[in-house]
């Protein structure tokens, strides 16, 4: 069972941390986004919104942190150059987004004035209220979230051209971590 990364296919580390970071990163859009989805904010939602994201908070900026530090693996033989590096580029500009929303979530919180609360947990303001802050980062986050869900949706797209018209073993990277393995030719009956 290989853990770590291999020049060209992730490890079962990185495979882990990619669908814990989705399923985290899916989660807390739902969650936030219907928390503002009524006339008035549903405080209950923004709470649970808030503990996944503190509950989440160090594996997402583990996450983060894992893949600037070991890299991205190289293409497949069969992977073109250019999509692989837009596709490579892309992952990191989404995980910048990620730790932009880590940031700017908390931020947005204390510069209400606000406390953030987490299971029995509370973390007050260390500030007071900056209304203008608070707006700015209320847009950051907003854009942030808009941005990672027209990411991820891109991000699915290039996902189905790999495994639907490529064919080039892609797909394997992220779901197999003793692959990829060179795809076989599809032969007519």
């Given at each position: 069972m290989?853990?770590?990364?291999?020049?060209?296919g992730?490890?079962?580390?990185s495979?882990?941390?990619?669908w814990?970071?989705?399923?985290?990163?899916?989660t807390?859009?739902?969650v936030?986004?219907?928390?503002?989805?009524?006339?008035?904010?549903?405080l209950?939602?923004?709470?649970?919104?808030?503990?996944?994201?503190?509950?989440?908070?160090?594996?997402?900026?583990?996450?983060?942190?894992?893949?600037?530090?070991?890299?991205?693996?190289g293409?497949?033989?069969?992977q073109?150059?250019?999509?692989f590096?837009?596709?490579k580029?892309f992952?990191?500009?989404?995980?910048?987004?990620i730790?932009?929303?880590?940031?700017?979530?908390?931020?947005?919180?204390?510069?209400?004035?606000?406390?953030?609360?987490?299971?029995?947990?509370?973390i007050?303001s260390p500030?007071?209220?900056?209304?203008?802050?608070?707006?700015?980062?209320?847009?950051?986050h907003g854009?942030?979230a808009?941005?990672?869900?027209?990411?991820?949706?891109?991000?699915?797209?290039?996902?189905?051209?790999h495994?639907?018209?490529?064919?080039?073993?892609?797909?394997?990277?992220?779901?197999?971590?003793?692959?990829?393995?060179?795809?076989?030719?599809?032969?007519?009956?």
């Amino acid at each position: 069972m290989r853990v770590k990364d291999t020049k060209n296919g992730y490890g079962w580390l990185s495979i882990t941390l990619h669908w814990l970071t989705v399923a985290i990163v899916l989660t807390m859009f739902t969650v936030g986004s219907m928390s503002q989805a009524g006339r008035e904010v549903d405080l209950r939602l923004v709470n649970l919104h808030t503990t996944i994201g503190m509950t989440a908070y160090v594996l997402l900026w583990g996450r983060i942190a894992w893949r600037f530090a070991v890299g991205h693996p190289g293409p497949l033989p069969r992977q073109g150059v250019v999509f692989f590096t837009i596709g490579k580029y892309f992952h990191f500009v989404l995980l910048i987004a990620i730790g932009t929303m880590l940031l700017s979530g908390p931020l947005m919180a204390w510069s209400n004035g606000g406390t953030i609360r987490f299971f029995a947990f509370a973390i007050p303001s260390p500030v007071g209220a900056f209304p203008r802050a608070h707006a700015f980062l209320r847009a950051v986050h907003g854009y942030g979230a808009s941005f990672i869900l027209a990411g991820m949706i891109l991000h699915v797209v290039a996902v189905f051209k790999h495994t639907v018209v490529n064919r080039d073993g892609t797909f394997d990277k992220i779901m197999i971590a003793d692959g990829p393995r060179e795809p076989t030719a599809v032969t007519a009956k």
